[in-house]
């Protein structure tokens, strides 16, 4: 089977979150399982500069947006046995980051419109094209379309994932002319219309085959008024083909057996020697006093999304105890600046690393006893996933994937508890989870049953890809 994953990011070439996760891990996994999975994604100048990627120049073809010509250079490259499509053009992708500009709009029609041509360009006829997010939401419209008649899409059937739902593609309405050269039609009959805009994210909902939300929960949340970001009513029409899968981690990168960037390796039959050593090791990278209080630790986007506002309400009282905090993140200005004060007032209990550091993020997955998540919504993460791999517990809301990955010890479950979740959005909440972490912290035993539950636990991508590739089987058999 043909699958086109179409992205504005993927691991290990581009990368800002968790979405580029995903799209590395699920193609590599599809292709494991003898399937010709590849990626298409833009030839960011992040990218070009990269050491030691050879890529080959496959030509060039116009991209027309209404009044606007723009060539899109064509290359391919492999990498770590998935074959990646490059769009590239320096007007639109020679700059510092992927996102955050002006003009994203035009940015990623530009990208959407290459990406429909450059199937033909290569002579390439998918069975899946599976998208993802906003950015490429109007792919599966323009081919629907524009392109009924064209035997390269013949059979080709649309699947989008939904990674974060805050981030819609608005576009003002005469762009879906400007932009992707397509009637007004579909904005006066409501198909993309969104909050009186163009929403590119609900586009692709309207015109996908299949929709999938990152975790099951989410998936649920979605379908309700006050968890679904305005979205339930286009969800609710869809469904029939909407589900939830939760989304996997990379257990190569992420394996205390043979991770090289940490200090000692374990697992959960030969744990405590390894374990102390990566704690000693975070505790002199980020300055920390050196004693037995719990280190609780975050790899976030300092972002009002993360419950960043939480951790810092509940900061000093948690040093107050004597514990300590480990953080590594960027983001929001007055987040960053609130975590330095605090790390001004508190030195060695609460130390931060603005910006990101892949070495330090795995020390402090492996080195901490806690990892805080506590997310006002969260469709899946995977830090906690990642934390469990290293036997550190997360702590995290009762919301979205959070509530589908973590089993919550209760006071009672220790044989099969691997973290700790709470309900209410506020410090009260999470001091209640941290409470419990830190009674399970002081019982030497117990913590030790949730840390080898933690490490046990299954979130390999092979589960989820399966998942997936049933979705992709079903569409088409039809």
Known sequence: ???????????????????????????????????????????????????????????SFEVTLSWRHQNAEIYETEVSGVNYILIGNDYYFRRDGLYGYDDDGERFAFFTLAARDVFGFLGIKPDIIHIHDWQVG?????????????????????????????????????????????????YDDG?????????????????SDKIVAVSPNHANELLSPGDSMRLDGVLELRRADFTGIVN??????????TDPLIAGHFSATKLATGKKACRKKLIKTMDLDD????????????????????????????????????????????????LEDLHARYPRRAAIYRGYSNALAHDIYAGS???????????????????QRYGTLPIARRVGGLADTIVAYDGQNDDVADGFLFNDYDVGGLRY??????????????????????????????????????????????
């Open 433 to 478: 989870a941290c409470d419990l972490a830190l009674d399970v912290y002081a019982d030497s035993k117990k913590m030790r049953k949730l840390v080898v539950n933690a490490i046990k636990a299954d979130h390999s991508w092979r589960r989820s890809a399966e998942l997936y590739l049933g979705i992709y089987k079903e569409l088409v058999n039809r």
């Open 248 to 257: 996997g981690v990379d257990e190569e990168e992420f394996n205390p057996e």
């Open 1 to 59: 089977m043909k699958i086109a994953m179409v992205a504005s990011e993927a691991n290990p070439l581009c990368k800002t979150g968790g979405l580029a996760d995903v799209i590395g891990s699920l193609s590599r996994e599809l292709c494991r399982m003898g399937h010709e999975a590849f990626i298409i994604l833009p030839f960011y100048k992040t990218v070009k500069e990269r050491a030691n990627l050879t890529v080959t120049r496959r030509g």
């Open 191 to 207: 198909s993309v219309r969104f909050d009186g805009m163009v929403s590119t994210l609900k586009s692709g909902i309207v015109f």
């Open 291 to 338: 004693d037995d209080a719990p280190i609780f630790g975050l790899v976030s986007r300092l972002t009002w999304q993360k419950g960043i506002d939480l951790i810092i309400g509940y900061a000093e009282e948690l040093i107050a105890r004597g514990d300590k905090i480990a953080i590594l993140g960027s983001g929001e200005a007055d987040l960053e600046n609130r």
């Open 138 to 186: 109007m792919l599966p419209v323009l081919i629907r379309e524009q392109n009924q008649l064209d035997p390269t899409f013949a059979k080709t059937r649309f699947v989008m994932t939904l990674h974060n739902e805050a981030f819609k593609g608005y576009v003002d309405r005469y762009f879906l002319g400007q932009f992707y050269n397509l009637p007004d039609r579909l």
């Open 369 to 387: 006893d806690f990892f805080l998540m506590p997310s006002l919504f969260e469709p899946c993460g995977i830090g906690q996933m990642i934390a």
